[in-house]
Nanobody, 114 residues
Framework: QVQLVESGGGLVQPGGSLRLSCAAS????????MNWVRQAPGKGLEWVSW????????TCADSAKGRFTISRDNAKNTLYLQMNSLNPEDTAAYYC???????WGQGTQVTVSS
């Protein structure tokens, strides 16, 4: 069955960095564009970034531009999100997802606090 397993979240101080990973299995990962989506406490889902199947095209939300970088390693069936210059507004559960197919991970919590 399809599995998306995120890791790499944690507590980080403002200005710090984290790298999230998402291990995919149960489907042909290299054939699909993939997304990172986040949900802050008490708020709805917010799309963060997208990458095409080949990994050479990306887009991201204005809130992430210049700070977050999405990437993928199709040989390892893994999606990444490098997050730099984190601020408290980035505190959220982060999910890798292919929403149109209903593929969601369980999420990894990122907390930005001093």
């Amino acid at each position: 069955q399809v599995q998306l397993v995120e890791s790499g979240g944690g507590l980080v101080q403002p200005g710090g960095s984290l790298r999230l990973s998402c291990a995919a299995s149960g489907f042909t990962f290299s054939s699909y564009g993939m997304n990172w989506v986040r949900q802050a406490p008490g708020k709805g889902l917010e799309w963060v970034s997208w990458i095409n199947p080949g990994g050479d095209r990306t887009t991201c939300a204005d809130s992430a531009k210049g700070r977050f970088t999405i990437s993928r390693d199709n040989a390892k069936n893994t999606l990444y999100l490098q997050m730099n210059s984190l601020n408290p507004e980035d505190t959220a559960a982060y999910y890798c997802a292919k929403p149109d197919l209903g593929y969601w991970g369980q999420g990894t919590q990122v907390t930005v606090s001093s």
